[in-house]
């Protein structure tokens, strides 16, 4: 595939986005476009050499000129505001930025014939379904988080059928590593934890810890992400892509203290409606991708992780304040939220 190409890269200021942005500018040579609201990433985030939009993708205006004026090859969808568990008190926003700015990018891909859209989706998908989890099993979303990004998941699959937008979507799960917002208060349990530590308070853990998940550090997922536009059987196809590796909170929270060389209580809060166990299995990644995923350690991520935390800062970010339920808000959440 020639250099060159035009990307489209949305949440090109957030965490993985950036990510995402330095490896298509240095080791695949694309022209790359970070399209970010601000709302989770910062713009020190965007790596130079490539240019910059603020805006929204529930902006279609915006969006049909970008297309209109770039006219991109590839479209890389990351941007969504992916708090899972805030999703049922938020379904309104969650809806309008994960599914219907979706819907936008969609349209302009297939109006300016993109050659490719690859497409985050989430394991929030599957909701309590069999572990670990497989691409065969059949979708069953347990929150609005979850139901937007199979919704979208759909949209593609007919979009590819109707008018021949090929796709490539991936299901990563508990991704983290520099440059993750550690100000949210509602997502990404190790960029919370490591925050908390610097500000000296406690670790706060829903129910009794005992959740398993697989936590993938973010250098692992990328360059599966950004190659497969190469991959020819890697279109309009999903997969799982992270760790093989599940840990309960519990033992997170162990590993995230040592990793910082802080001690803190841990303060057990009132269960909340989520998945108790959730991994996910990688085989058909490693059947279709030339290079399997690589599964850095838990430890060694955390290690890096809480390297660069200290040169972001403890961070305060203001609380969500438009929420549209407040029925059955942990309490905890109900305390940021007023």
Known sequence: MARGAKALVTGGAGFMGSHLCDYLLDEMGFEVVALDDLSGGFEDNVPKGATFVKGSVVDHVLVDRL????????????????????????????????????????????????????????????????????????????????????????????????????????????????????????????????????????????????????????????????????????????????????????????LVMDAMGVRAPVRHLPPRNEVKVAYSDHARFREVFSQACKDTPLEEGLRIMAAWAPTAGARRSAPYKSLEITRNLPPSWREVTR
């Open 67 to 254: 297309f209109a004026e770039h006219r991109f090859d590839y479209v890389y969808h990351l941007a969504a505001y992916a708090a899972e568990g805030l999703s049922h008190f938020i379904k309104r926003f969650n809806y309008e930025n994960n599914l219907i700015g979706s819907v936008n990018l969609i349209d302009a891909a297939v109006n300016h014939e993109a050659k490719c859209f690859v497409f985050t989706s989430s394991i929030a998908v599957y909701g309590a379904g069999q572990v670990p989890m497989t691409e065969a099993l059949e979708p069953r979303p347990e929150d609005p988080y979850g139901i937007a990004k199979h919704a979208v998941e759909q949209e593609l699959r007919v979009s590819h059928e109707m008018f021949g937008l090929d796709s490539v979507i991936f299901r990563p799960h508990n991704v983290y590593g520099e440059r993750q917002n550690l100000g949210d208060r509602y997502r990404n349990v190790i960029g919370i934890f490591m925050n908390r530590l610097m500000q000296g308070e406690e670790l706060p853990v829903f129910g009794d810890g005992e959740q398993q998940r697989a936590f993938t550090y973010v250098k692992d997922v990328i360059p599966g992400i950004a190659r497969s536009v190469q991959i020819e059987a890697a279109r309009n196809r999903v997969f799982n892509v992270g760790s093989d590796h599940p840990f309960t909170v519990n033992r997170l929270a162990e």
